[in-house]
């Protein structure tokens, strides 16, 4: 058996020109002490969610991924799996006849706003907002950091600068953040 690591290399994250972070905390707070990794690289790291940015650096996931299953199953992979799952369907057809199945990602999304946190809930686990008087939307400034941190529960998020005007959900406390260029 071979157990390989892949993910997020240094190549990567220049090539697909993802955003390095500096410094080594973890979400814990610790601070890494890697001595090989801090002389390679400083102290400086690229969180994976900076793979959910935008388009183009979800295709980076995809290729990095997709590069990673070819090195042992060959760059025709994919066009064998397709074929092997034409031909398992074939023998699903009752299956995937069934209406249920066209609209799935519709079901799985109402299922993850049922368990969505609500304004009940929310003035009950950040009660620290009645006193801010934090509305439904809120500004948040940002820079050309590329990282940024919920006003609310200081979960961290990704952004660039062409974000500007955009509106985000914080995927920790679901506060809805504009994201506002420092200086416009």
């Not at 809930?121 to 009660?127: D, G, H, L, N, V």
Request: hydrophobic fraction near 25%; charged fraction near 40%; proline fraction near 2%.
């Amino acid at each position: 058996m071979v157990i390989e690591r892949f993910g997020l290399n240094a190549d990567d994250i220049e090539g697909y020109d993802l955003m390095w972070i500096d410094n080594l905390k973890t979400g814990s707070g610790r601070e890494s002490d890697d001595y090989e990794y801090i002389r390679r690289f400083g102290e400086r790291k690229c969180e994976a969610n900076a793979l959910f940015k935008n388009d183009e650096t979800l295709k980076a996931g995809v290729e990095i991924c997709r590069r990673a299953i070819e090195k042992y199953y060959g760059k025709d992979a994919k066009d064998r799996f397709e074929k092997k799952e034409e031909e398992a369907k074939k023998g699903l057809t009752q299956i995937y006849a069934d209406p249920m199945w066209s609209n799935i990602s519709e079901k799985i999304d109402e299922m993850i706003d049922s368990y969505s946190i609500g304004e009940e809930e929310r003035k009950e686990e950040f009660p620290q907002d009645q006193e801010k008087n934090i509305s439904e939307e809120v500004d948040v400034k940002i820079d050309d950091k590329h990282y940024g941190l919920c006003p609310r529960c200081n979960c961290s998020f990704d952004y660039s600068t062409d974000d500007d005007g955009r509106l985000v959900k914080c995927r920790d406390c679901g506060l809805s953040m504009r994201l506002r260029l420092e200086g416009t």
